[in-house]
């Protein structure tokens, strides 16, 4: 078995692949004070509750966004499974030709994402991973990565209304019947969700355009199921992007080095 480790701002996504199959998933909260031991604990708990046994467990793969956690689980992997995990970093053989003015800068969750959506569904691509962050990376049709577009999140728009406004309260994310709002909530309800739904349906357009070409449209992260009922725009939905693609990445590494 696979133990596949995501490290995001908001959660850590981890994954027990059986060969090329995710048997089981778990989410944790993102927390940078958190130690090996607490998230030792953590694991070893969910695997037992799925009678996994850690010996089981022939190999981890992470990538992060959180460089003081990746050292955590790096450590973690060593302690609790006596593993050395691959981490995805630069110089990791990942197969896929990133056309960027500096590769450095791409983050390894969306080069793996990348990574999984090439693999699963062919080219030209648009990844779409509604996390803390709103990405787009676009693979071209000879399957070169030629680059993307970041936005603010869905939470952090939330948030943002929340915190730096005096009037506007909390407020739960659900698709309104109508634009127009008639109420507050309503209203910030049709700012977000649909005004989100406008980002989304707008970028691929000009994506498009800019492409010259019909991308397949893949979307990942915590709201894809919610903005992919919304618009015809988006083709596929996955949630295990990363993770497959940590096992891919993983796979092609250690079949180099043997």
């Not at 607490?38 to 010996?55: D, I, N, R």
């Not at 992470?62 to 995990?85: A, E, N, Q, S, W």
């Not at 803390?132 to 000879?142: E, G, K, M, N, Q």
């Not at 994506?207 to 988006?234: C, F, N």
Request: hydrophobic share 45%.
């Amino acid at each position: 078995m696979l133990l596949a480790i995501d490290i995001g701002n908001t959660s850590v996504k981890l994954g027990i692949f059986d060969g090329d199959k995710l048997i089981h998933t778990w989410n944790l909260a993102t927390g940078i004070h958190r130690t090996t031991d607490e998230y030792g604990t953590f694991l070893l708990g969910l695997m037992e509750h799925q009678h996994l046994l850690p010996p089981n467990v022939e190999g981890a793969v992470l990538c992060g966004v959180v460089p003081p956690l990746i050292t955590v689980f790096v450590d973690l992997c060593h302690k609790y499974l006596r593993h050395k995990p691959l981490v995805v970093e630069a110089g990791v053989k990942t197969g896929l030709r990133i056309q960027f003015d500096n590769p450095r800068e791409v983050g390894t969750d969306r080069v793996v994402g990348v990574v999984a959506a090439h693999y699963l569904y062919g080219k030209p691509i648009i990844v779409i991973d509604f996390g803390t962050a709103i990405t787009f990376d676009v693979i071209s049709r000879d399957g070169t990565y030629i680059g993307g577009v970041i936005c603010p999140g869905i939470n952090i728009a939330l948030e943002a209304l929340f915190t730096r406004t005096a009037m506007l309260p909390r407020i739960e994310l659900t698709r309104p019947v109508r634009v127009i709002g008639k109420n507050t909530v309503a209203a910030m309800q049709s700012g977000i969700v649909l005004g989100y739904t406008s980002l989304v349906e707008g970028m691929v357009k000009r994506i498009e355009e800019e492409l010259g070409d019909k991308p397949l449209v893949v979307a990942t992260g915590g709201y894809a199921h919610q903005m992919a009922r919304g618009t015809s725009v988006i083709n596929v939905v996955n949630h295990d992007l990363v993770l497959t693609g940590l096992r891919l990445i993983y796979e092609r590494n250690k079949r180099d080095d043997t």
